[in-house]
């Protein structure tokens, strides 16, 4: 499978704080970037998602930068609470987005309160 | 909205048993599912994809003969784990798509099933 690369694998930030996971990936054929939120025992649950024709995309207290030339992309979220504590997914997928997701290793956000 | 159920969401069964677990989408003709494997804090990895009524398609190193995928309608895709073995203790996923899925619609996901094999 095509690559994406995720970091950091564990994140622990204060309650109000900024949470930042990066991803880069390879494959320059892919066109949509979700990003996935998964609590213990539960499937992964979309968040936010952009496609390389803009270079940020907000929503709520979620943010994606997207940079294309370096094949890299960003979640920001701001004024993490402690419900956000999760691991988080960022994907990339070719076509549609329905299509087979390609999946970075993963994120295990702590918010402390 | 949109729900993809997978049943059941946990299940133990001696090694050498067949497992079989459901994938249904509840309110949507889900035209192709993916079913992934995720073992503890790892990535899911995605094992095969089923459009219905055809064969699935099957990542490389995932042996079509050991894990059986069945997708006979628009809403009910089943994974089969014949002749488990304690490695194939995993936690199991399923997605549903369908075609035009907007772009901001969400890829669905089941809750996932939780195998142990003993």
């Known amino acids: 499978q095509q690559q994406v690369k995720q970091s950091p694998q564990s994140l622990i930030v204060q309650k109000g704080g900024i949470s930042i996971i990066n991803c880069a990936y390879e494959n320059t054929a892919f066109d949509y970037f979700p990003w996935y939120q998964q609590f213990p025992g539960k499937g992964p649950a979309l968040l936010i998602a952009?496609?390389?024709?803009?270079s940020e995309k907000k929503e709520g207290r979620f943010t994606i930068s997207f940079n294309k030339s370096a094949k890299q992309f960003s979640l920001h979220i701001m004024d993490s609470q402690p419900g956000d504590s999760a691991t988080y997914f960022c994907a990339a997928s070719k076509g549609t987005s329905g299509s087979r997701l390609t999946f970075g290793e993963g994120t295990q956000l702590t918010v402390n309160p | 909205g949109a729900v993809v159920s997978q049943h059941p969401s946990w299940v133990i069964c001696k090694s050498g048993t067949s497992v079989k677990i459901e994938c249904r989408s509840l309110d949507f003709q889900a035209t192709t599912m993916f079913w992934y494997r995720q073992f503890p804090k790892q990535s899911l990895m995605l094992m095969a994809t089923s459009n219905e009524g055809s064969k699935a398609t099957y990542e490389q190193g995932v042996e079509k003969d050991k894990f059986l995928i069945n997708h006979a309608s628009l809403t009910l895709s089943t994974l089969t784990v014949t002749s488990a073995h304690p490695e194939d203790s995993s936690f199991y996923i399923c997605?549903?798509?369908?075609?035009?899925?907007?772009?901001?619609?969400?890829?669905?996901f089941g809750n996932g099933t939780r195998l142990t094999v003993t």
């Open positions: 997605s549903a798509t369908y075609p035009g899925l907007a772009f901001n619609s969400p890829l669905h």
């Open positions: 952009i496609r390389p024709d803009v």
